[in-house]
């Protein structure tokens, strides 16, 4: 079944919306955990544009020892997609 959204979007072919999704990059699993998370609740359609957005958080998770180094936040961020935009048969767990 779909989403009350979806199923407007559906029927007005001429209303589009956008939608925000934060990426922190903590792990690297995270967006293997979202696309799970998207299409568990049927949350896709061609009416909808999705902004990823990568919050700002490097000191909070270096003070609290969630990460070592920035390169791994930008690499969890930056990874994924890269080599999915080669082979969508590919995950996140490289």
Aim: aromatic residues 14%.
């Amino acid at each position: 079944m779909q989403s009350l959204a979806n199923l407007i979007l559906t029927f007005r072919t001429l209303q589009n919306c956008e939608w925000r999704i934060s990426i922190y990059g903590r792990s690297p699993d995270e967006w293997d955990k979202l696309a799970k998370w998207v299409i568990n609740h049927k949350l896709y359609s061609h009416n909808v544009r999705w902004l990823v957005q990568v919050p700002r958080l490097y000191n909070v998770y270096k003070a609290s020892g969630q990460v070592d180094n920035f390169e791994k936040i930008i690499r969890s961020e930056f990874t994924c997609p890269f080599f999915i935009a080669f082979d969508l048969t590919l995950t996140c767990l490289l």
